[in-house]
């Protein structure tokens, strides 16, 4: 009777363990985090879209952790991991190249690529030790001759976007045969680049021109680093215009990488959504007039639904 009392015992506990599972689903459970790859133009724009997908979906389905970095390197990185254990779980580049070159490689490490902005080449100069670049194209045909300063700085053009198009501007507009300045071309044709530093992306470029007391005053970088309201003044921001000068589009895409963990994949998709939801006046507001991209035509990212429901 004993043992009979004691097996009826376990059967109740062990019901009551189950109703408690399913009565109390309240119950926190740990949020999947989310590993983003971003383009160093996008990190703080990224941050502040991460901010605002809390706001509207909360964070108890996914965290998202943002990691900056030169477009090049995050490819050979991912290129390199093993199929379905990529060391991030959304890449935003500063190109679509690099996303479509994942994809086409091999379709099992990343699913096809979403354009999520369009970003501006800029020419900055530090406000205190810099030079006026008001007249910009004049400055350029004449640095570093005509000032104190010795070295321009942009983005290493062999792994970021920016810094690619800053030395087609720099080669193609501004590198005549009574300047100083000179950058070298990527087939290696002889030309003297003891003047330009390359920093290793576009916002290490922009953090060694704006520094206090900078020895590199002046050089390109994103616009979405100085991305104000009202703009900032001509002597310090000169956004370099299309139709005058004409520069590789800087059109950015993400790629959600192939994942055996699927929460991860999921909440990687989910974000990729929310960024490129044109319908969202938040996310609109904070690509365009926050950080001052411009927005890619619709694309095929309308189709994708937002896998958590707003609070």
């Not at 254990?85 to 091999?106: K, N, Q, V």
């Not at 406000?127 to 350029?140: F, K, S």
């Not at 087939?187 to 530093?197: E, I, K, L, P, S």
Request: proline share 7%; charged share 15%; hydrophobic share 40%.
């Amino acid at each position: 009777m004993f043992s009979s009392l004691k097996r009826k015992c376990v059967v109740v506990l062990a019901g009551l363990s189950l109703a408690l599972s399913v009565v109390l689903p309240g119950v926190a459970q740990t949020p999947t985090e989310v590993r983003i790859a971003v383009a160093a133009n996008f990190f703080n724009a990224a941050n502040s879209l991460v901010s605002q997908y809390y706001t509207e979906y909360g964070r108890n389905t996914y965290t998202f952790t943002v990691i900056s970095g030169a477009t090049g390197n995050f490819l050979a990185q991912l290129m390199a991991d093993p199929v379905g254990s990529p060391s991030y779980d959304l890449f935003l580049a500063a190109d679509t190249a690099s996303p479509e070159t994942l994809y086409r490689a091999d379709p099992s490490r990343a699913d096809e690529p979403i354009n999520y902005a369009i970003g501006q080449l800029a020419l900055y100069s530090n406000a205190i030790n810099g030079p006026d670049i008001t007249d910009a194209p004049a400055v350029l045909l004449h640095y570093p001759s005509d000032s104190p300063h010795q070295l321009f700085v942009v983005a290493d053009p062999d792994v970021a976007p920016y810094g690619n198009a800053s030395r087609y501007v720099l080669y193609n507009y501004f590198n005549t045969g009574s300047t100083t300045f000179q950058y070298v071309l990527s087939d290696g044709a002889t030309m003297n680049q003891a003047n330009v530093y390359e920093a290793p992306d576009i916002g290490q470029a922009y953090n060694a021109i704006a520094a206090i007391g900078s020895t590199t005053p002046l050089g390109f970088i994103a616009h979405s680093y100085a991305c104000s309201s009202p703009p900032l003044p001509a002597n310090v921001l000169w956004v370099v215009p299309t139709n005058t000068y004409p520069y590789p589009e800087l059109l950015q895409a993400g790629a959600v990488l192939i994942n055996r963990d699927t929460d991860k994949h999921d909440g990687a998709e989910d974000f990729l959504a929310f960024i490129t939801d044109q319908s969202d006046a938040a996310v609109i507001n904070i690509i365009t007039n926050q950080y001052c991209y411009a927005l890619p035509p619709t694309s095929k990212s309308a189709s994708v639904r937002h896998k958590v429901v707003k609070k």
